[in-house]
């Protein structure tokens, strides 16, 4: 391995050589002509992916493997329905994950995909397999809260985009999972460490009760790692897919940003933060990711931002061709040893699958990244919170939202509007830095899931050093999938594997052969 932690010069690796390094295949995926643009979200070669998973109890099995079982009827999905509807309802009294179900309809669903199949009819490749969304997403004619007092008995009009793509290619919803107020408000409540609300209290984490599931897509971490759901679906602000898919031990995919519809989110499109926040998808397994991502991919007609680029395919990526850059610890936060080890490991392994492997990272851009973030965020004095529950007739917020509007101070319109000219410049600076690489290897949090009880003072905010792994990526958009990496730990570590713009493929490549070296997803004791 190198070490270039002090370079942070430019590099003079083109574009081309990157796409080479690839693959041919995936960099041809990449020419955006209108042939390839038309094509972009649909998965790639077929509908069905082959499943490697060996798990061989039933509710623990990838979703891709749940869709061959289902096709192939060696399992019926009223079978499996039933199967998550019991694990939920065994472990969601400790866990707190799933916050409202619709067990009825979901078995009605099941029963009808049953049918359907009986008659040669296959909806699409999640067929009959059943999946849990983040509260913060609509769901047509399911309570859905956000975690706001405002919507505490608002009854969703229509599924949310990402949603309905699940559902019309054949996934069965069984319930929400927990966020908090707007997922925007760190832990959701003030002294506590793992997602919560006012409507439905605090998640649990599945593999420690006294410890959080990180937020603020952790309901749903937690009950896909509990094995309660195929999937799930959260989004990513600064973090909130892949924080909990960490602590969680499962694995999570933000895409690239503007590639996945918001519309039907509670925090939708539009705004000074709109590049920050996607959707993505939270599952047991890498391949899962792979499967459900270009299902929930291009425009919607509704989301202006979304762009329809190419899905290509992880497939075609040889991991021994990669330009690998690690870093253990960011310098910033105050990383744990068994997170620095875990990257370590992960770093050793790329070397030897014969990966170029390297210990850099641009440290002045990250702090400098840091600084505007927080500085831009807190700039309205937090008044977009305060929109946001008046537009959703929330009279009582949260006490972490309300600390914050309490004790914001707006910045001037001068200074706001440099912010952004110098976000977007270090974003710049980022993407030349990258060039010389084609993935980076890092923690997701400093530490594994932390204890629920930390007192008034102590709690999550986008200010606190242990965000800085996960922000960096949300300003640049950039792609990242996060997969268990330790081997041996008690409470999960998870890797991020980051990857330029609109190269999902390389990251979910990259993802899934840590899971291999690692094992990826254990079982909970729970």
């Not at 925007?184 to 984490?205: D, F, H, P, Q, W």
């Not at 996060?482 to 493929?505: I, K």
């Amino acid at each position: 391995m190198k070490n270039n932690i002090a370079v942070q010069g430019k590099s003079n690796q083109s574009r081309r050589k990157f796409l080479a390094l690839v693959g041919a295949s995936s960099a041809a995926a990449m020419t955006f002509s209108p042939a390839n643009l038309s094509a972009s979200i649909q998965p790639p070669n077929s509908p069905y992916r082959v499943s490697k998973d060996e798990t061989d109890e039933l509710i623990f099995m990838s979703v891709t493997k749940l869709s061959e079982m289902i096709r192939t009827k060696k399992v019926s999905s009223v079978e499996l329905t039933q199967a998550y509807i019991d694990r939920i309802e065994k472990v969601n009294y400790h866990l707190n994950a799933v916050v409202m179900q619709c067990f009825e309809r979901a078995l009605d669903e099941a029963k009808a995909a049953d049918a359907a199949l009986k008659k040669k009819q296959i909806r699409g490749p999640l067929h009959g397999v059943p999946m849990t969304l983040k509260d913060s997403f609509e769901a047509e004619g399911v309570i859905s809260t956000g975690g706001t007092l405002g919507r505490i008995d608002y009854v969703g009009k229509k599924d949310a985009t990402v949603l309905a793509r699940m559902r019309q290619n054949g996934a069965i919803l069984l319930g929400k999972t927990n966020t908090p107020e707007f997922t925007l408000a760190g832990g959701g409540m003030r002294g506590v460490r793992t997602t919560g609300n006012i409507i439905y209290g605090l998640s649990k984490n599945p593999y420690d009760l006294t410890r959080g599931t990180s937020g603020s897509s952790g309901g749903a971490g937690s009950i896909v790692a509990a094995g309660g759901a195929g999937f799930d679906i959260g989004t990513d602000w600064g973090g909130s897919v892949r924080l909990p898919s960490s602590t969680n031990g499962i694995a999570g995919l933000k895409p690239t940003s503007v590639r996945c519809p918001r519309t039907g989110h509670i925090v939708d499109y539009g705004g000074v933060f709109d590049s920050w926040q996607q959707p993505g998808p939270m599952a047991r397994r890498v391949e899962d990711l792979m499967l459900l991502t270009p299902l929930m991919s291009g425009p919607d007609g509704m989301d202006a931002a979304v762009v329809p680029m190419p899905w290509p395919d992880p497939e075609q990526i040889d991991i021994k061709r990669l330009k690998v850059a690690y870093y253990p610890s960011n310098l910033i936060a105050d990383t744990a040893e068994e997170t620095q080890n875990t990257i370590k490991q992960a770093a050793k392994w790329m070397e030897e699958a014969g990966a170029e492997v390297t210990e850099d990272m641009p440290l002045e851009i990250f702090t400098e990244l840091g600084e505007i973030r927080r500085e831009l965020v807190s700039g309205d004095a937090w008044a977009f919170l305060k929109r946001a529950g008046d537009l959703h007739g929330s009279k009582t917020l949260s006490e972490s939202i309300q600390n914050r509007l309490d004790n914001g101070t707006p910045i001037s319109a001068d200074r706001y509007s440099e912010l952004l000219t110098l976000q977007d410049k270090n974003r710049t600076r980022m993407l030349q830095w990258f060039q010389k690489y084609d993935v980076i290897l890092c923690p997701t949090t400093a530490t594994p899931a932390e204890e629920i009880d930390q007192g008034i003072g102590s709690e999550w905010t986008s200010s606190k050093p242990g965000a800085s792994y996960c922000g960096p990526y949300n300003t640049t958009g950039w792609p990242v999938t996060v997969v268990r990496g330790d081997a041996n730990g008690a409470l999960p570590v998870g890797v991020q594997c980051v990857a330029h713009p609109w190269r999902e493929d390389v990251s979910l490549a990259v993802a899934q052969y840590l899971e291999s070296r690692s094992g990826g997803w254990r079982r909970p004791m729970i």
